[in-house]
């Protein structure tokens, strides 16, 4: 399995912290945003080494890509 990288290559757990690097809208939420910065906690990972697995305020269970994250 490979692993998991931020979109700065630092390797990431189950658990980590990350940060938003650019602004996202969320698909089928109603026309939630998520604003770049924000922080994100106790993140899981999936199978799949380009996305991760996380609950956001307004959001549960969203799956976002690595490409628009960094470790915080």
């Known amino acids: ?11 990431l757990a189950d658990g ?7 602004d996202l809208k969320v698909k089928g939420s109603g026309g939630v945003t998520l604003k770049r910065g924000t922080m994100v906690k ?5 199978g799949d080494p380009d996305e991760i697995e996380a609950n956001v305020d ?7 890509r690595t490409e628009f994250i960094k470790k915080a």
């Not at 980590?16 to 650019?22: A, G, N, Q, R």
């Not at 106790?42 to 999936?46: A, G, N, Q, S």
């Open 16 to 22: 980590d912290s990350v940060t938003l690097i650019k």
């Open 42 to 46: 106790k993140i899981r990972l999936t």
């Open 1 to 11: 399995m490979s692993e998991t990288r931020d979109s700065n290559g630092a390797i």
């Open 58 to 64: 307004k959001v549960k269970g969203l799956v976002l």
